[in-house]
């Protein structure tokens, strides 16, 4: 069964760091692209970053290029989001997904709420 | 960007019911890259449906996809309880990879 677990969520304020990690089981991780996708309160779900089954090649929303850094590390099978210059606007939950074979989305994990305020 | 635009907003209908939720591109979506997703309160989204029609492992045959270029339907035949929930398009023939802002199911 494959699961998906996040951590690392919290309050932060405007301008701080935090670093999210997913934790997967149950597939072959590093044949998998993961990604992470966020969803605002009262918003739409909304794509952040993905990176490749290697972890040679990151994708990056516009909205988080140059602050947010994803990296996995294919032997722990786990999948981190370094967040730097975090903005009230990056309040969300964010989830790990991990990909089909293509850019969609086959398992999710349970999410974890970051909250940046002052 | 490809912006998906769902409606209706809120669709309010009974058990037994069909259930047709529409999701429309500001252009033309590449190859057959749509998917739809299930979202509960409390869980995670879940996958229905990929390649515009294809359902997903374990998705019951009641939930169909169909269309083509920039309108897409999730058709739902007869609504079960556990079938009220929001429902998520989303694009992935070109990046950024994008969902629509959701249509919420309701028990009539």
């Known amino acids: 069964e494959v699961q998906l677990v996040e951590s690392g969520g919290g309050l932060v304020q405007p301008g701080g760091s935090l670093r999210l990690s997913c934790s997967a089981s149950g597939f072959d991780f590093s044949t998998y692209a993961m990604t992470w996708v966020r969803q605002a309160p009262g918003k739409g779900l909304q794509w952040v970053a993905s990176i490749t089954g290697t972890g040679k090649i990151a994708y990056y929303a516009d909205s988080v290029r140059g602050r947010f850094s994803i990296s996995r590390d294919n032997s722990r099978k786990t999948v981190d989001m370094q967040m730097n210059s975090l903005r009230d606007d990056d309040t969300a939950v964010y989830y790990c997904a991990k990909n089909s074979y293509g850019y969609y989305f086959d398992h999710w994990g349970q999410g974890t709420l970051i909250s940046v305020s002052s | 960007e490809v912006v998906l635009a769902q409606s209706p907003g809120t669709l309010s209908l009974s058990v037994g019911e069909r259930a047709t939720l529409s999701c429309r591109a500001s252009q033309s979506v590449l190859g057959t890259y749509l998917a739809w997703y299930q979202r509960k309160p409390g869980q995670a989204p879940r996958l229905l449906i990929y390649g515009i029609s294809t359902r997903a492992p374990g998705i019951p045959d009641r939930f169909s996809g169909s269309g083509s270029g920039t309108d897409f339907t999730l058709t739902i035949s007869s609504l079960e309880p556990e079938d009220f929930a929001v429902y998520y398009c989303?694009?992935?023939?070109?990046?950024?990879?994008?969902f629509g802002q959701g249509t919420k199911l309701e028990i009539k």
């Open positions: 989303q694009q992935y023939g070109a990046s950024p990879w994008t």
